[in-house]
Structure formats: structure tokens, C-alpha cells
């Protein structure tokens, strides 16, 4: 299974649109004019632009005719195009291990094991290939060892029944592992695939 950018997606749709809610709030205080009494208020010095005075010193396009605002219009293209790229390049799923697990005694003074999750990972696909039905899977340990989360991407065969499956992970697969670790489970994600490639049971379904 393999993790999305949906954390930064709703970071950034959250930032969006509170600069889009600010932005509104200015545009009614100032087409009310409410933003020169509030300024008044305040002691800020600020006087907006009467609506029959002159906004730009010259016109827009005027000012736009220039080599300096073609400078600026290309840099600001170039770095759109960069924050572009770089969201783009943050959907693409990847897959990514957790850190090396830190197990503990009980006592906590008999020092530490060090574990790759990797390791664990490939004990955890050759047990879930074992189960009936189960063509081929893969493993992701994510977190700590104090709070792992499991990740299986299994392609079943398809004779075999999904709720099967999903009940041996959670009745054996799952257990096997918070007893390696000696700590419960924080998460478990299953994510299934029916392939045309037979399991390797040998059992014949009649």
C-alpha cells in the first residue's frame, strides 16, 4: 500500500482558503467603506482610495510595457511552474518504511534490539501468502515501536472469498506481529487485488 499527499493536500486547501476568506473580508470592508473608518479607528494613517480617484499612478497596461515587468511576469512563470512540479511530484504514491524499531524490555534497564522493519515485513508476506487464496503480498511497517501500523497490499486468487481473507489477517496475521512487538497494533490497512494467477494451494475448489 503505498502513502498519498492528503495531509498536504488539505494543508494547503485549508491555507487557500483562508487567504480567499481574508481576501473577501477586504473586498467588503473597502467597497463598503468600512475600511476607512476602521483604519480612522485604529490610528493606522490609512485612507483608501476614493472611488473616483486615480488607483495606479499610470494605466496598467502602460507600466506592464516595460523589459522590468517582462523580468518579473517570466520569474513569476518560472517559479509557478516550479510549486507546480513539486505538487505534482508530492501525488505520486510512495512507499515508505518506518524508521528502525527500538524493542524494549519490560523493566526498560536491559537495554534494546534493534529491528529493521523490512525484516518483519517479509516474515508478515510469507505468512499472508501462506493463506488459502492468497496469490502474493506485501508489507509496509509504518510508525514506531510503540505505535506500529501495518500496511497489506494482497492480490488474491479469484475463487477466494474477501471476507476470508480479511478475517485470517485480523485473526493471525495481525496477532503473530503485536506479539513480536508486545505492543498492540495502532492500525491495520488492508488494500485487495483479485488476480488471474492461481494461489499456490494446491486445493481444488469443486
Known amino acids: 500500500m503505498r502513502e498519498t499527499a492528503g495531509k498536504l493536500n488539505r494543508t494547503w486547501l485549508a ?11 477586504v473586498g467588503i470592508l473597502l467597497s463598503s467603506g ?14 483608501p482610495v476614493d472611488p473616483n480617484g486615480q488607483v495606479f499612478p499610470v494605466a496598467p497596461g502602460e ?5 522590468l515587468a517582462a523580468i518579473i511576469v517570466a520569474v513569476g ?18 512507499r515508505h518504511q518506518g524508521d528502525t524499531f527500538r524493542l524494549h524490555g519490560k523493566q526498560g534497564s536491559d537495554g534494546y534490539t534493534l529491528c529493521e522493519p ?27 515501536a510503540n505505535e506500529p501500523e501495518l ?12 471476507q476470508d481473507v480479511i ?23 488492508i488494500l485487495l487485488n483479485v488476480t488471474r494467477r492461481p494461489s499456490s494451494d494446491k486445493t481444488a475448489v469443486i
Open 63 to 67: 507600466a506592464l510595457n516595460t523589459p
Open 77 to 94: 512563470a518560472v517559479l509557478v511552474g516550479l510549486l507546480a512540479l513539486a505538487w505534482l511530484s508530492a501525488q505520486v504514491p510512495k
Open 151 to 162: 500496511n497489506l497490499d494482497i492480490k488474491m486468487d479469484d475463487r477466494a472469498k474477501v
Open 118 to 144: 523490512r525484516v518483519l515485513a517479509s516474515a508478515i508476506e510469507s505468512e499472508t501468502e501462506a493463506l488459502l487464496g492468497v496469490a502474493s503480498a506485501s508489507a509496509i511497517l509504518r510508525g514506531s
Open 34 to 47: 468600512l475600511a476607512g473608518s476602521l483604519a480612522e479607528s485604529l490610528g493606522l494613517g490609512i485612507s
Open 15 to 25: 491555507i487557500i482558503a483562508l487567504l480567499m476568506i481574508l481576501a473577501g473580508m
Open 167 to 189: 478475517e485470517s489477517v485480523h485473526r493471525q496475521i495481525a496477532p503473530n506481529l503485536e506479539t513480536a512487538l508486545e505492543v498492540p497494533l495502532r492500525k491495520v490497512a
